[in-house]
């Protein structure tokens, strides 16, 4: 590795020492940002690992009323039972930071909060599996949301790591020896 070109003069080594001192400074800091990242990262992957085992479970479940369901009716009493949404669905995104890091954060809201309004449908021409496949699938719609706000959170936070694991080995291993 080549050594870095200085004029042999007293204010060239004090300036020198200051930039040693400042870059060793910042490798630390880097290195405990690194670790609280790793941290924050792990949390994540453990709840995200957690949810979805249950998203996928009350999808299999919804889907499992769903099959029953169109197995008991005509399919085109199905889709016209399921043509027209009745609840309409707002999102909200905001941001919140988690180590210089703007992770999403989703909120969403239905136009009535009656849990009756879910049903598109009137109760006479379907079977109860429906009811029952429709209820799955709101009930997993708040954990599906949350899913992707963790997965998004999870995928910003490995790219943050990753750039911060490049600048504390440029540092470690090639900034502060050359100095």
Same mark, same amino acid.
């Given at each position: 590795?080549?050594?870095?070109?200085?004029?042999?003069?007293?204010?060239?080594?004090?300036?020198?020492?200051?930039?040693?001192?400042? @870059?060793?400074?910042?490798?630390? $800091?880097?290195?405990?940002?690194?670790?609280?990242?790793?941290? #924050?990262?792990?949390?994540?992957?453990?709840?995200?690992?957690?949810?979805?085992?249950?998203?996928?479970? /009350?999808?299999?479940?919804?889907?499992?009323?769903?099959? !029953?369901?169109?197995?008991?009716?005509?399919?085109?009493? $199905?889709?016209?039972?399921?043509?027209?949404?009745?609840?309409?669905?707002?999102?909200?995104?905001?941001?919140?930071?988690?180590?210089?890091?703007? !992770?999403?954060?989703? #909120?969403?809201?239905?136009?009535?909060?009656?849990?009756?309004?879910?049903?598109?449908?009137?109760?006479?021409?379907?079977?109860?599996?429906?009811? /029952?496949?429709?209820?799955?699938?709101?009930?997993?719609?708040?954990?599906?949301?949350? $899913?992707?706000?963790? =997965?998004?959170? @999870?995928?910003?936070?490995?790219?943050?790591?990753?750039?911060?694991?490049?600048? !504390?080995?440029?540092? =470690?291993?090639?900034?502060?020896? #050359?100095?």
């Amino acid at each position: 590795m080549p050594a870095i070109n200085v004029n042999p003069t007293r204010q060239e080594l004090t300036r020198l020492k200051t930039r040693l001192k400042t @870059s060793i400074r910042g490798h630390k $800091l880097l290195k405990d940002k690194r670790d609280e990242l790793m941290k #924050q990262f792990m949390d994540v992957v453990r709840e995200n690992r957690a949810l979805r085992k249950k998203v996928e479970d /009350g999808l299999m479940k919804a889907h499992g009323s769903f099959t !029953v369901a169109s197995a008991l009716m005509s399919s085109e009493m $199905l889709e016209q039972s399921l043509l027209y949404p009745k609840q309409s669905v707002e999102l909200d995104m905001t941001f919140q930071n988690i180590m210089s890091v703007n !992770v999403p954060v989703y #909120q969403f809201r239905t136009k009535s909060d009656d849990a009756g309004e879910i049903y598109p449908y009137g109760f006479a021409a379907t079977s109860g599996e429906l009811d /029952g496949a429709v209820d799955a699938l709101s009930g997993v719609f708040q954990d599906m949301l949350k $899913l992707a706000e963790i =997965e998004k959170t @999870s995928q910003l936070l490995a790219e943050e790591i990753e750039k911060t694991r490049r600048r !504390v080995n440029a540092l =470690e291993y090639v900034k502060i020896p #050359q100095m």
